[in-house]
């Protein structure tokens, strides 16, 4: 029942990406402890939705840009590490890599979705010209739901089948290399401040430009 719940969740924050209400919710900052909360460990979805924000930070969706979803990221890596290996930083940052792939392949999903989506605005013009208004409602009805439903479905899948890998590989990793994962929980969030100042400096650099 986890699972089920977990995916809906994540399907209504990737929702407010693009598609509904744009209400800030699929920032990692906040899906990630939601996520967090739901599986028991709100602290480690904090931390998680913590990095992966400074790291993403500039990442915002314009036009017809499809973004990685970062609202998938911090979903399933908090998910993965909450449920498996709770507290274990070296699991939550082996969980953020193996997550950015899922995104990736998220994307041609999204793509085919948009070009359905494209359809049914054409199926809603037609109707227009032919005054059939009702065709408005029931097309943005059926966009929402199409969209909800691939995004729940593929959560759904990623959750299962990553969480397998997830513990495949964790269990497979050399010391070594969970050392060095443990390491990066302390570094990534000072690159992450790194990218941060990048970003507010250009934006300062743009701002003073354009009083000239």
Same mark, same amino acid.
């Given at each position: ?11 209504? @924050?990737s #929702? ?8 800030? &919710?699929?920032? =990692?900052?906040? @899906?990630?402890?939601i996520?967090?909360?739901?599986? $028991?460990?709100?602290?480690? $979805? /904090? ?12 990442? %915002?969706?314009?036009?017809? %840009?499809?973004?990685?979803?970062? !609202?998938m &990221? ?5 998910f993965w590490t @909450? !449920? ?9 940052i /082996?969980?953020?890599? /193996?997550?950015? =792939? ?7 999903v999204? &793509?085919f ?13 037609? $109707? ?7 065709r408005?409602e029931?097309?943005?009805c #059926? ?7 691939r ?8 959750? &299962? ?6 513990c495949?590989?964790? #269990? ?5 290399i969970?050392s ?14 790194? %990218? %941060?100042y ?7 650099l743009?701002?003073?430009?354009s009083?000239?």
């Open positions: 029942m986890n699972i089920f719940l977990v995916s809906f969740v994540g399907a209504l @924050c #929702a407010d990406i693009t598609f509904f209400g744009q209400f800030m &919710i699929y920032r =990692p900052i906040f @899906c990630a402890p996520i967090g909360f739901f599986s $028991g460990d709100i602290i480690s $979805g /904090l931390c998680i939705g913590t990095i992966l924000e400074l790291f993403w930070i500039k990442t %915002v969706p314009m036009g017809v %840009v499809v973004i990685p979803d970062i !609202t &990221i911090g979903i399933l890596s908090t @909450c !449920t498996y290996f709770p507290g274990l930083k070296d699991a939550a /082996l969980s953020i890599f /193996l997550a950015i =792939p899922f995104t990736y392949l998220y994307r041609l999204d &793509i979705g948009r070009k359905l989506n494209v359809k049914i605005m054409y199926w809603v013009e037609s $109707g227009i010209k032919d005054a059939k208004n009702w408005i029931t097309g943005i #059926a966009g929402l739901l199409f969209f909800l439903s995004a729940f479905l593929f959560y759904l899948f990623s959750i &299962i089948i990553g969480g397998k890998l997830f495949d590989i964790y #269990a497979l990793s050399p010391k070594y969970l060095g994962f443990a390491k990066a929980w302390y570094l990534l969030p000072i690159a992450g401040f790194g %990218v %941060v990048n970003v507010a400096s250009i934006r300062a743009l701002f003073r430009n009083g000239k």
